[in-house]
């Protein structure tokens, strides 16, 4: 469904270059829920962003869904992005426009008509539980409101790929939960497949099958979450997914560590 | 007071009128795509193009370097080739639209330039075309914010018409001159400040209910 092949990106900062993204090749099944993992500044989000080309890479190749996003020109970038939803961190919404007119937003874009517009909307708030809320306006949504909202939105042209770009990042814990929960949902309904990015074990302990891990720039590791778990093979993943040693207990030791 | 008072004022009063409304009007039609031009030519956004953007903002800022006078002015000849005349509202009407142009494209600018990024990126996702994004997000989206920086705008052109009134171009600002200050009329030259001031808190005003209403529709509870 998606196959990423050499994916290289480099940021030019005052600094001097940064290498963000180092021959990333990743291969992403159809249906499945797929987590990538790694700490801020590991380089997820300019991974995720480049999927749907909100960031440029310099080199290498992604495919989704049979189409060479990497060679398109704007126009047909702009088509395949249509098919390939997106969520975001700060839910990103339009303040100028109800609930209904941000999930209007994408259909309009798509030149659907005004009943086929009302009828779709309508089916999707339906799906991610804000039927009522169809007029409110975002500035009067709790924050996970807000994010089914983004998530209508970005369901509303009926695309191929979801990208998730730290959704949950920004919700308390049971907000959260309620969000992954409706995610698992559409991805078992719509037989949509899903590439989270996130720093929180929980999200991809909830939701993934498979996942990777990124540090610096690389993949580290990817795979099934029980080969990850059990025969983790390097210390970062060891860290995130081995639970005798998580995170906190890690962070705790070089604490310690330094105190002693 | 003196009978010929309020017959110079209405008169006074509908060519300034006459000029800020067609002036606005203009200046709109030429501030807005170069403001919106101004932003989306920056590198990183939606149609980058730097060398064109370092063009623009140097022609909006030698515009604005003028001063008013100098400005109308050198514009007559301009005037003379689109209305005919250089003399009267009509005449003034063009070297205050250029004039104040690039002044509204600056604030359009600022107004644009205060969305969030991660609206456009958005847009952007969804398969949106530049055009859409500016029509359908930052304009909407920066909608009060750029009500109270035209309402700024049309009070510093009524401002621009009182000086161009002083060489020729008729409103209340050639009455305040002509009358109140050659002519001695002391009458004539309170008449007219308090007239211009009205009109200006009357313009504020407006603008800022406008500006309300736009943000209270968007965090109306129920």
């Keep these: 469904m998606i196959e990423i092949a050499g994916l290289n990106k480099t940021y030019q900062t005052p600094s001097g270059r940064v290498h963000a993204l180092k021959n990333i090749d990743l291969s992403i099944k159809r249906g499945e829920i797929f987590g990538i993992i790694g700490f801020s500044g590991a380089g997820k989000s300019t991974l995720i962003r480049c999927l749907n080309r909100l960031e440029e890479p310099d080199s290498g190749t992604i495919r989704i869904a049979g189409r060479e996003i990497t060679r398109l020109d704007p126009a047909g970038l702009r088509e395949a992005r249509k098919k390939i939803g997106m969520i975001f961190q700060h839910f990103n919404l339009f303040e100028s426009r109800t609930v209904f007119g941000n999930v209007a937003f994408p259909l309009e874009v798509a030149g659907h008509s005004k009943p086929e517009i009302a009828r779709r909307v309508a089916e999707i708030l339906e799906l991610v539980g804000l039927g009522d809320k169809a007029h409110a306006y975002p500035a009067q949504l709790s924050g996970g409101q807000k994010q089914r909202v983004g998530i209508a939105r970005a369901l509303a042209n009926d695309p191929e790929v979801l990208l998730s770009d730290e959704a949950t990042s920004s919700l308390d814990p049971s907000t959260t939960a309620s969000i992954l929960d409706l995610l698992r949902d559409i991805n078992r309904k719509l037989r949509l497949t899903i590439v989270l990015i996130t720093h929180e074990m929980e999200v991809v302990r909830h939701l993934c099958a498979r996942a990777a891990v990124i540090e610096a720039g690389a993949i580290v590791e990817a795979g099934p979450l029980l080969e990850l778990a059990s025969r983790p093979q390097k210390e970062i993943t060891r860290l995130f997914f081995n639970p005798r040693r998580s995170e906190c207990q890690a962070g705790l030791e070089t604490e310690e560590a330094t105190i002693g | 007071m003196a009978d010929d008072l309020l017959p110079l004022l209405t008169t006074g009063l509908g060519e300034t009128l006459y000029m800020v409304i067609l002036s606005t009007a203009a200046s709109l039609l030429l501030g807005l795509p170069l403001g919106v031009a101004l932003v989306v030519t920056e590198p990183g956004h939606l149609l980058p193009a730097p060398r064109l953007n370092k063009v623009l903002g140097t022609l909006v800022n030698v515009t604005r370097s003028f001063p008013t006078i100098i400005l109308i002015v050198v514009l007559l000849p301009l005037s003379r080739l689109l209305v005919g005349t250089t003399l009267g509202a009509t005449a003034a009407v ?68 009182a000086t161009a009134g002083a060489i020729g171009a008729g409103g209340l600002g050639s009455l305040a001159v002509r009358f109140g200050y050659q002519r001695y009329r002391t009458d004539v030259m309170l008449a007219t400040l308090v007239v211009l001031v009205l009109l200006v808190q009357g313009v504020q005003w407006v603008g800022n209910v406008i500006a309300r209403r736009i943000n209270r529709n968007r965090h109306k509870f129920g």
């Design chain 2, 94 to 161: 063009v070297p205050l639209s250029i004039g104040s142009a690039p002044f509204l494209a600056r604030i359009i600018e600022s107004s644009l330039k205060e969305i969030d990024r991660g609206k456009i990126e958005a847009g952007l996702a969804v398969g949106a075309t530049p055009l859409q994004i500016v029509r359908k997000v930052m304009i909407p989206e920066s909608l009060a914010s750029l009500t109270l920086g035209i309402t700024m705008a049309i009070i510093m052109i009524i401002g621009f018409t």
